[in-house]
């Protein structure tokens, strides 16, 4: 049994702890919070051991909200830790962790440089295999990793270039809103993504621009990629359908839209609505000799807590890729009823 303490109960910290709790080979021994908000009584309700950071000790009791005990006391029993923490600060708490020599994985927000290596599952499991430092790559480039990685094996790849519209901000950050504008960001090109994406797929020439729309449900992707080896639409539709994380979008489905796939979500019963799946439009895969178009739409909030839960597996060297995405899939529920 591996335990496991999430650290940062926020947007991406609470549904990996709900995903570890899932898994037969895993144990969530603790989350933490620094503020005793709704998240911290969520937490205390679904009975996770509820930690907090020292200098919030006094707000959680004046809020009457009980807690285990603090940060530093949740890792005493942890074999790995999942820093779920704002940008920046993963990293700097690497220093606590690497004291007590508990492996970590950090994610997005972090600098790609200042890991010993960036994780996809799909794309390149095996380089976190008995880590100390590993990073989930960010939501976009999952989707974008989980999507050419099929592609590249298959068909070779010459070039790819994506425009990512990206939602403005998650539905838990009203201070970033509302807006009304489309912003570049960054306003410059090449994007940072292209290169993000490269630290788990350095082979892959990748070019990215990116917009910041006002939405908080989804990111869309449109892509544009250059094959190695000509092919049709019907064979490109029939492997991307082979990848368990991506859902083809199918005609008869009738969304148009990332609302509709919030929409199917919930009428499934994920919870949160949460899609872990790539959403790839069946209708807009075309296909001329080696140029390929598709639009893919990519859930921010929840694509990369699959990922997570197979750099667990890998840091800690419990088994191979195949093993733990079939695990996290099945325990997940992974595949839209397909
Ligand atoms: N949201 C996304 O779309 C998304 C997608 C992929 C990757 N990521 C990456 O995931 C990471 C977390 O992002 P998020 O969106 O989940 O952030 P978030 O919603 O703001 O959650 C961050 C959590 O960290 C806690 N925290 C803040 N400072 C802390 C500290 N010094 N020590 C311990 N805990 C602290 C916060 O606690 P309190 O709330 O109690 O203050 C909160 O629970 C970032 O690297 C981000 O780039 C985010």
């Not at 100390?132 to 790559?137: I, K, P």
């Not at 296909?287 to 178009?293: A, G, L, T």
């Not at 890998?314 to 899939?329: F, H, K, P, R």
């Amino acid at each position: 049994m591996i335990n496991v303490a999430v650290n940062g109960y926020g947007t991406i910290g609470k549904r990996v702890a709900d995903a570890v709790v899932q898994q037969p080979d895993m144990k969530l021994i603790g989350v933490s919070k620094t503020r005793p908000n709704h998240e911290a009584k969520t937490a205390v309700g679904k009975k996770y051991p509820l930690y907090v950071i020292k200098e919030s000790k006094k707000s959680f009791t004046d809020a009457g909200i009980e807690f285990e005990g603090t940060v530093e006391e949740m890792l005493d029993g942890a074999d790995v830790v999942v820093d779920a923490t704002p940008s920046g600060v993963g990293v700097r708490n690497y220093e606590l962790y690497k004291g007590m020599g508990i492996p970590t994985i950090v994610q997005g927000g972090e600098a790609k440089d200042s890991v010993e290596s960036s994780f996809n599952a799909r794309a390149n499991f095996e380089n976190s295999i008995g880590k100390n430092l590993v990073r989930v790559v960010s939501c976009n480039s999952t989707g974008l990793a989980r999507l050419l990685t099929p592609i590249e094996e298959t068909f070779g790849i010459d070039q790819v270039r994506v425009t990512l519209i990206r939602r403005g901000a998650d539905p838990g950050q009203p201070g970033k809103g509302p807006i009304n504008d489309v912003i570049l960001d960054p306003v410059y090109l090449p994007s940072h993504h292209g290169p993000d994406v490269k630290s788990v797929l350095p082979n892959i020439n990748i070019d990215t621009l990116a917009l910041k729309v006002p939405t908080t449900l989804m990111h869309v992707h449109v892509v544009n990629i250059t094959l190695k080896k000509d092919t049709s639409k019907e064979d490109m539709c029939k492997l991307l359908s082979g990848e368990s994380r991506i859902h083809m979008v199918a005609a008869e489905e009738g969304i148009k839209g990332i609302a509709g796939l919030k929409e199917l979500a919930l009428d499934l019963g994920r919870p949160r609505g949460d899609l872990w799946e790539n959403c790839v439009w069946d209708e807009s895969v075309s296909v001329k000799d080696e140029e390929v178009y598709l639009f893919q739409a990519i859930h921010q909030e929840a694509d990369v807590v699959p990922e997570n839960i197979d750099a667990i597996r890998a840091i800690v060297n419990e088994c191979g890729q195949g093993e733990s995405m079939s695990l996290t899939d099945k325990t997940m529920g992974m595949g839209m009823g397909r």
